[in-house]
Nanobody
Framework: QVQLVESGGGLVQAGGSLRLSCAAS????????MGWSRQASGKERELVAA????????YYQESVKGRFTISRDNAKNTVYLHMNNLKPEDTAVYYC???????????WGQGTQVTVSS
């Protein structure tokens, strides 16, 4: 089992920045990919960004390319999502995920709210 705890969400004005963190604990010895998905009110959950174990492969949803950066610190078992130039349409609950890719992940965090005001 892997436990994921997100932090760093909040309220920010459009054009602002936030950094989300996700700390993994439990059976983190395995080499697992990690990612961030988001779910806006009334919409389906969508993958925003993902990163493989070594960091050599990263995926970004088209709408966040050039604004969001995913990174990880394996020594700290932590993955980050740096979000710049935030837009109101980025408002959602952001979930950390581990052990998968695309829409299929083994483990999920509890989510952290990101609200971008216009």
């Amino acid at each position: 089992q892997v436990q994921l705890v997100e932090s760093g969400g909040g309220l920010v004005q459009a054009g602002g920045s936030l950094r989300l963190s996700c700390a993994a604990s439990g059976r983190t010895g395995s080499s697992v990919a990690m990612g961030w998905s988001r779910q806006a009110s009334g919409k389906e959950r969508e993958l925003v960004a993902a990163i493989n174990w070594s960091g050599s492969n990263r995926y970004y949803q088209e709408s966040v390319k050039g604004r969001f950066t995913i990174s990880r610190d394996n020594a700290k078992n932590t993955v980050y999502l740096h979000m710049n130039n935030l837009k109101p349409e980025d408002t959602a609950v952001y979930y950390c995920a581990a052990g998968g890719w695309g829409s299929a992940w083994l483990y999920w965090g509890q989510g952290t709210q990101v609200t971008v005001s216009s």
